[in-house]
Structure formats: structure tokens, C-alpha cells
């Protein structure tokens, strides 16, 4: 079973593409190659859903021996990964502070590999924060994978991964791919009428205490400006 | 029935720099250089935290627009070609005015007025009450048609305006609501009243019954903005006609 961490990195001004193209250029080439560690995605938050200026960074590893084993690798990272260090002392300039995320996967979340396979892409990112009732998040995902899974792929919706917080009971993160901000719009005119969607947002109070969405994107190929 | 959808920002302003900011933004969004959506958002209204209820110091901006219209808007931030250059720029020009935000996408309760709408009733305020509310799932439509049904009347008495209800899209719990008073004595009466007035009780014990957190603003409108003022002659000061 694959471990993820999932960054939120706050960003200092207008710091938001350089640090994005310091992860893909730089950052994610040096973990896979020094430790193993797959960059599953580089984000950057859409500012007019959620809060900004932000990063969200989504790294795979294959279990928990290859996680004991990178992270064994990197710290302290001034003693046992110096070119890491110089990342990250660099990147300064552009964030000072974050929050990470250990995350397990569903046994229904696909992986990296699977994802690459299949051709899972598109430009929009659904990010959805799960915060569950006291002992209710594995029904929640018993339900996700039985009922709501099948009314998203219906919608063009591709599960990227659904998973429970390693540390914090009740917490789950759910991301989602979107092709591409048409069907965003698709999506988003037809909620209020879809009475699928409405039947499973009525029902969420039965395991949830709290569902947050917003949007994060898949940056171009040329840096970000903000 | 109201057709549109709202860009709602909540902007952590450099102290000091909410007016400077507001007109700042406003004036990039106005920027007849820059090509849009196919539907050009406007702004429905501005205000700033005036520190009597809740977090400050910040600003508000509510932008009014159409879901293809938004989809165009942010399909724009994030490419390669047609990139939206006077914003990259203005992006980075007015870091010392603002450090950063909180934004949602609004779908209006079909009573909720357009901005026409309430450009052309003259709709303005000195107070704006602002409010975010969590709700239980599947309560967000119902708790706006009670507002509809059992607030607004009785606030209306009390000289208290709808100015917007919403739910929020993609955060299926929360409801955005934003009442004006056009005077500050409005807003104290209004308040006053929540516990000797049998229709804001009832309305009372029933928000009460059913939202689980909410956060407040008590508001003021930008000087630039329409909301500010009610475009008749007496509210322009020393311009003023006589």
C-alpha cells in the first residue's frame, strides 16, 4: 500500500510559479532520483475558490518501509541530503511556511502507476477536504466507492485518490480530475438541477461534519507569473 | 429569478491599505484593455471590515458574473497562450497592498438581487452585515427560503435590506448572506429587536436550531462604491445639486 504526503504551502508575494517550477525542475527529479519519492502533482490553488496566494504538492511512496527509508534519507537534510538543504533554503524567497499531510490511500484510491496507465489527465484538479464524524470516515469511504463513485465517472469525473489521514482520525482528502474548465462549468450548471447529486450531498450528514471543495490546477508549461 | 454567480473575496489587506487596495482592484477589473470572458465580470459591491464584529482589518469583493464567464476567467490564469499580462502585472505590482486571500464561488437564492437590480432600487448602506454559516448537509436551500420567508420581512421593518443570499458552490455545508442598513441606527434597532420582535424570535430559534458555526462581519461599503451611496443628490455631500 502506497504513502503520500500532501503539502499546503503558503506563498510569499508573487512567489507562486517560480516555486512550482523549482518543484518540477528541480525538487521532484532530485527525490525520485536520490530517494525514490514520485512527484504525483505540483498545483497551484485557484484563487477564486479557496485561499491564496497556494501550492499544493502530492508526493507517492510505495509503503512504509520506502517512507521510513526516504525520510531516513533526507534528515536532517544539512548532514544527509546537503543538495535538498540548498532546495530548500532557496525556496525561501518564495514560501516560509506550510502544512503537510501523511495520507493512506483507499483501498479503491488508484495509484501513481495506475493513473499513468490509464491516461488520467486533465487540466483541473477537484481538492476536496474530508473532515468525518468521530468513527465514521470508513463508512463514508464504503459509501464513496459503492454509491458516489459511479455518479462521478457518469459526470467525466476521474478519481485521482481518496485517502484517510495516517495520523488524524476523521480526516480524509479526496482529489479529483477534471478535463478541462468546460467541464467544470458542465459540472457546476448542472449541481442545482441534478437530483443524483443532490440525493448524495442530502445523505453526507450521515457520516460527515464537514466537506470543503475547491480548485487547483495543473500549471502550463511556462512559469507561472503570480 | 437571479441568473448570475459571484466571485466573493476575502482579502488579507496590508493595514491601513483597504481603500488603496479597493480602488486598486477595482480599477484592474475596469481595465478596458484587457480582454474577458464573454461575459465581463462587474463588481456588485466592495467594503471593508469596519472592526465592530469580527476578524479585521480586510476587504470583500464581490464580483458578478456567469459560470461560463468564471470558467473563462480562470482557464485565463493558467495557460500558456492569451495569457491575462495586465493582471500578471498588476498581480505584482500591488503586493504591498494586500498579502493574500480567501475566496468562494456564490450561487444566488433565486430572491437574491442582481447588481441592476439593486442599482436601480438605489440600494446602499452606511452598515453591512455580513455573515458565513455553516449549516447540516442539506439544510443550506432550506435555511434561504426561511430567510426569504421569516427574516426578511421583519427586517425590512426595521430598515434592514437584503443585499445578497447564497450558497456556496463546491462546500455543500455553507450559506453566505449579506443585509444592508442604511443607517447605523438600523442595524442597533435591528439587533435590538432579535429579542422583542415575534417574528426575528422565531426566525431566531430557528437559526439557532440548526446552524453549527458561523463567522460575521459587521461592514462598510468602498467610497467608490454605488452601495455607498443612493445616487440621490442629498447623499453626494458638497457635490451635490442644489
Redesign the interface.
Known sequence: MAVYIHERI?IE??GRGKLIEMIRSRWAPHLEREHGVRLVGAW?T????????EVRIHWEMDDWEHFSRAQHGQYPMEERDVSLAELWNQAIEYRQRGHSMLLKPTAFSPDLAENSAEVVTG?VI?H?DVRALPGRLPAYHAALAAEFLPLAEKRGLRLLGAYAHALQPGTGLNLWVLR???H??EL??A??GDAELRAW?????AW?E??????A?R????A??? | MNPNIYLHEIIRTVPGREEPYMASVLSVHNDGSRRRGEQARGAFGQFRSAGVSGGWPGAINIWENSWSGQARDLERQFQDAERDTAMEEWWNRNLHLRQGGYDRILVPAPFSPTRAELRERGAHGKAFLHEILWLPFGEPERYLEELERGLLPAAQRHGIELIGAFQVAMRPRQVLTLLGAAEWAHLGSFLEAAETDPELRAWHEYRSSCVARSEEMVLIPARHDPLASSGRPSDRGATSRP
Open positions: 503558503e508575494g508573487g497551484a485557484v484563487g477564486s475558490t479557496g485561499n491564496w496566494p487540466d477537484l476536496e478541462d474548465w468546460d467544470w462549468r457546476m450548471e449541481t442545482q450531498n442530502q445523505q453526507l450528514g460527515l464537514d466537506l470543503d471543495g475547491f480548485l490546477v500549471p502550463p508549461g511556462t507561472l507569473r503570480t
